[in-house]
């Protein structure tokens, strides 16, 4: 069990390093746009932090859940944007930097709320 809960920490981590890149490569591009990574990323962070919970409680431990309430939204939310975007062929730049805010806020709560 130790072992399937590192491999999805590994998975999410790696997640949410495709949506990040995906948003940082088009830093100094004046016109930006929902891509492959992003969709995938946010797709893939999503899901294993569900997983993450999912086996962490199966194997007796804990969540502390208003953390990953907070951490679910945010990223539900990111997820919802990037979806209803995928096809646009450009997005606004205040929804590309939105998007970055709301990455890195979920990487804060994840990492400062203990
Ligand atoms: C874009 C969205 C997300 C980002 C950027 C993100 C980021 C991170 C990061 C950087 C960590 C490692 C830090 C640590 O372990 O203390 C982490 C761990 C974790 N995340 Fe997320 N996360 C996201 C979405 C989610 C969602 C939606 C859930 C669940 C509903 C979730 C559940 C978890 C859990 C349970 C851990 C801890 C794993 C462990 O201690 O074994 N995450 N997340």
């Known amino acids: 069990m130790e072992f399937v809960r590192h491999l999805l920490l590994v998975i999410h981590l790696l997640g949410f390093g495709a949506l990040f890149g995906g948003l940082l490569i088009?830093?100094?591009?004046?016109?930006?746009?929902?891509?492959?990574?992003?969709?995938?990323?946010?797709?893939?962070?999503?899901?294993?932090?569900?997983?993450?919970?999912?086996?962490?409680?199966a194997d007796g431990g804990s969540v502390d859940h208003t953390k990953i309430a907070v951490k679910g939204v945010i990223a539900l939310v990111i997820l919802v944007l990037v979806m209803a975007n995928l096809r646009k062929e450009r997005i606004a730049?205040?929804?590309?930097?939105?998007?970055?805010?709301?990455?890195?806020a979920n990487v804060c709560v994840a990492v400062f709320w203990r």
């Open 26 to 57: 088009q830093a100094r591009t004046p016109e930006k746009a929902v891509n492959a990574l992003m969709r995938d990323g946010s797709g893939t962070a999503f899901l294993a932090g569900l997983a993450l919970v999912g086996v962490i409680e």
């Open 93 to 104: 730049n205040g929804l590309w930097a939105l998007l970055l805010l709301l990455t890195v």
